[in-house]
């Protein structure tokens, strides 16, 4: 049984940072990307930063471009999403997702192409 499990989400002041976490188990993710989204109230989920589990290469939304990096720890089967200089704006839920994807193709962006998801984590930028 696969399961994605979020952590390290809070409150922080504008400027900010955090470091989100999660934790992936129940089969082997090579040819998977694992994905962070956000959905703020009213919105849908909106993609944020993906990364490749075998090779690592990484993708971003232009909103986290600069301010966001992800990363993966194989050993530890952990994804992390290290969120610099936090704005208003990216308060939300932060979900962790695992989806197919093979090297060169599109990158999955989309949140029905992911097929499993965890149980999100709140963040919340203060002004």
């Known amino acids: 049984q696969v399961q994605l499990l979020e952590s390290g989400g809070g409150t922080v002041q504008a400027g900010g940072s955090l470091r989100l976490s999660c934790a992936a188990s129940g089969r082997t993710f090579s040819n998977y990307a694992l994905g962070w989204f956000r959905q703020a109230p009213g919105r849908e989920r909106e993609f944020v930063s993906a990364?490749?589990?075998?090779?690592?290469?990484?993708y971003y939304a232009d909103s986290a471009k600069g301010r966001f990096t992800i990363s993966r720890d194989i050993a530890k089967n952990m994804v992390y999403l290290q969120m610099n200089s936090l704005k208003p704006e990216d308060t939300a839920v932060y979900y962790c997702g695992a989806a197919r994807y093979f090297y060169g193709t599109r990158w999955p962006t989309n949140s029905h192409e992911y097929d499993y998801w965890g149980q999100g984590t709140q963040v919340t930028v203060s002004s």
């Open positions: 990364m490749r589990w075998s090779g690592g290469s990484t």
